[in-house]
């Protein structure tokens, strides 16, 4: 256990009044260890266009093989760069909780939830994309390559709740394939290639969206245009892909389990900011001195431990549903990277045999 007796005191007390909150040291104990089984460090190679790229391939699994190992290796980017800030996350909530560093403790509590629900987010837009690829879909839409309309209207009859986003995924996708070939989709053969490459085309768009998102125009600073940069350091169009998502649509995405992941981001974010809440977690001790004044001892080392019941009860349901959703989704990816490389090592072994024969 990576907490002092003290927090472990605490803990169990409130668990007694609020069972819901029981387990929360033990959770994050527990999540500590099983991403402690993973690599502290890894390399990727990022290609930054594969169509482009595999696109001079001329033989067609070559050229398959190499576009699922981009597409394993934009995978574990995103795998390892969720799982190693959500490990500096929860080891900096180890030390604020056993040093009682009530305001960093919701601060990281909340930043949290937000790297929680981007996996979640994302996951949830790549399973949407896996399952709506079928060899049907590409046989109607290669009817309709032209016609952005008909073929956004395809994609909603196979993906009901498909958003702007992943219409454009596909879309780009079957557009890409099509230069790729370098001629119109075969409407008779090799349909099963076509979804394959189809499908890693479009996760690797989704993991670069990822990879870009952003709301400060970075742009500038890479080009060293230093006074740009700090004048129009907000020039970034809303409608452009490389905008960021909202934080509180991945949250409103955000499985809502007891009560509601919306109400307790928001809760914490009363914490975060400088209002009422957030006053709360400096004042060691409060009386009432008559009907008008009340008396608060303010402290910037809080050792009272009813204050620490009540962190205990704020932040017990955000990182306990955080860490059960982020542990799901860390094996869904886990798992589909070993898929991924096995069907790699079997490509590259039916690639010799070729070159055998």
Same mark, same amino acid.
């Given at each position: ?131 709506? !690829? ?24 196979? !993906? ?198």
């Amino acid at each position: 256990m990576r907490f002092n007796k003290d927090i472990v005191d605490v803990a169990k007390k409130v668990s007694l009044v609020y069972p819901n909150d029981s387990y929360l040291l033990e959770s994050i104990d527990e999540f500590l260890n099983f991403i402690e089984s993973f690599p502290q460090s890894i390399n990727v190679k990022i290609n930054g266009d594969p169509f482009k790229t595999r696109g001079k391939e001329k033989n067609s699994l070559k050229r398959l093989v190499l576009l699922q190992e981009d597409t394993y290796e934009w995978l574990s980017f995103f795998l390892f760069s969720h799982i190693y800030k959500i490990k500096q996350l929860l080891d900096d909530i180890v030390f604020s909780l056993n040093n009682k560093r009530t305001l960093a403790t919701v601060n990281l509590t909340r930043s949290l939830m937000e790297h929680v629900a981007s996996p979640h987010y994302y996951l949830t837009k790549i399973s949407h994309v896996d399952e709506g !690829i079928t060899e049907d879909l590409i046989k109607k839409i290669v009817n309709v390559l032209d016609n952005d309309k008909k073929m956004e209207q395809l994609i909603r009859i196979k !993906i009901p709740d498909a958003d702007a986003d992943i219409i454009e995924l596909i879309k780009n996708g079957i557009k890409g394939l099509n230069l790729l070939e370098k001629r119109t989709i075969n409407k008779h053969g090799q349909v099963e290639y076509q979804k394959l490459l189809l499908k890693n085309f479009s996760i690797i768009q989704l993991l670069k969206k990822y990879y870009v998102r952003t709301r400060f125009n970075w742009r500038s600073y890479i080009k060293g245009d230093m006074d740009k940069f700090f004048l129009e350091w907000d020039r970034v169009d809303k409608s452009d892909p490389k905008y960021q998502i909202n934080i509180t649509t991945m949250i409103q995405k955000f499985p809502q389990e007891e009560r509601s992941a919306e109400f307790f981001y928001n809760m914490l974010c009363d914490f975060v900011h400088p209002n009422t809440a957030s006053h709360q977690l400096v004042i060691e001790e409060s009386k009432k001195l008559n009907n008008e004044v009340m008396r608060y001892s303010m402290t910037d080392s809080i050792k009272n431990n009813e204050i620490m019941e009540i962190l205990i009860h704020v932040i017990a349901i955000p990182i306990k549903s955080s860490l059960k959703n982020m542990k799901n989704n860390i094996t869904i990816l886990t798992a589909s990277l070993n898929s991924i490389k096995d069907w790699i090592e079997f490509g590259r072994t039916m690639l010799s045999r070729e070159v055998v024969k």
